[in-house]
């Protein structure tokens, strides 16, 4: 592996939710004006013009079977494939909104969601838009968690009907996001991402947003792990964290704790300590650049007693230090190696 590489792990399939709505990012409310049901069970706010029906043209026969407020073990059932719309496709494209205000969008995410005439995504994600988006949107599609694949479903149909889409969420769609299972419904439904000019637009990730409010504790070979066991088990993941603690990699935790999950974090914590010096910094980043960030660094001792605070929770990153990482002047400082070969 390069040194330079940084890998993530876990990350093919898993997506937004932890299917946890009580642990949801900010409480979501399925949106309440002009609200009209949609085939997946979400919301839809048309702002151009108001339909009664989900926008996706769709045969009736295509609904989706499940939809939001479906148990985490529930089926989300793929419906409607390619030969069921007569359009000409529109365009499909996944946009990662950073870590949620404005400002931290880039301008091809802005760009990208100007262009699309239906925004479809996670409610709390739909709120953090700027509202000259919103107000431009034709139709906005959003659903509370739990509600991947159906939404997905939603944006793709959407898209087969001849609509231009934009499917968004958190941080960058390759990393525990909806990129991936965009392209794998897509392919289900007999569909190509051609036809749909399926594109990608980048955001910050979590790992990066929440590394540059402590410092710099990501610099050298870093391991992303998500200790969110509904897409992956937990045996696998504790054996994904034995593998990174004992390497010295960094680590950027993700989805650390929920009511769910608190068990996760327990052995998650108790996994870095076989391996890692109670001493080791930890930054403990919560919601990134919104309004209600908290940032922290700790030592990794500190870290089980933690779990039960509202400083870690499902809108959390913990970067954990390797070997070298040491706290400077309130700042994680991971050393990049440079010091092996030059003297400053
Ligand atoms: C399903 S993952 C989505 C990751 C996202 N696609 C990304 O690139 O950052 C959700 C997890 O990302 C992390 N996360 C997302 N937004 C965050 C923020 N603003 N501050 C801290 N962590 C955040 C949390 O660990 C949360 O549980």
């Known amino acids: 592996m390069s040194t330079d590489d940084t890998t993530t792990t876990d990350a093919s399939t898993e997506t937004e939710s932890n299917c946890d709505a009580s642990e949801a990012e900010s409480a979501p409310e399925a949106a309440a004006e002009a609200s ?6 979400g919301s839809t706010t048309a702002t151009q013009e108001t339909g009664g029906e989900s926008k996706c043209g769709a045969s009736a026969s295509s609904s989706s079977s499940s939809g939001c407020g479906a148990s985490s073990d529930e089926e989300e059932d793929v419906g409607a494939t390619v030969d069921d719309f007569d359009a000409d ?3 499909l494209v996944a946009v990662g909104l950073g870590p949620g205000q404005p ?3 880039t301008d091809r995410a802005k760009t990208a969601l100007a262009d699309a005439e239906h925004i479809v995504g996670y409610t709390t994600y739909v709120e953090l838009l700027p509202d000259e988006i919103t107000e431009a949107a034709e139709d906005i ?3 509370p968690m739990c509600g991947e694949v159906s939404r997905t479903e939603e ?3 959407r898209a087969l009907a001849g609509n231009d889409v934009a499917i968004i969420g958190s941080g960058d769609p ?3 996001a909806l990129a991936g299972l965009a392209l794998e419904i897509v392919e289900s439904k007999g569909a190509t991402a051609s036809m749909l000019d399926f594109d990608v637009v980048p955001g910050v990730p979590a790992a990066q947003s929440c590394a540059a409010r402590v410092g710099a504790p990501l610099v050298n070979d870093t391991v992303s792990i998500s200790l969110s066991d509904h897409l992956t088990d937990m045996p696998t993941i504790e054996s994904r964290l034995h593998a990174t603690a004992k390497e010295g990699f960094t680590i950027a935790i993700y989805n650390p704790w929920s009511r769910k999950r608190r068990e996760n974090f327990e052995k998650c914590c108790e996994i870095l300590l076989e391996h890692r010096d109670s001493g080791t910094p930890v930054g403990v980043v919560h919601a990134a650049g919104r309004e209600d960030e908290r940032v922290e660094i700790v030592d990794l001792g500190e870290l089980p007693d933690l779990g039960e605070t509202d400083l870690i929770d499902m809108t959390t990153t913990l970067l954990v230090g390797n070997e070298d990482t ?3 002047d309130d700042r994680m400082v991971t050393p990049r190696g440079y010091e092996t070969k ?3």
């Open 36 to 41: 009209t049901e949609s085939k997946c069970g």
């Open 89 to 91: 496709p529109g365009q």
């Open 103 to 105: 400002a931290g969008m």
């Open 141 to 143: 599609y959003d659903t």
């Open 155 to 157: 944006a793709i149909d």
């Open 174 to 176: 390759n990393v525990y």
């Open 326 to 328: 040491y706290v400077w």
């Open 342 to 344: 030059y003297d400053y």
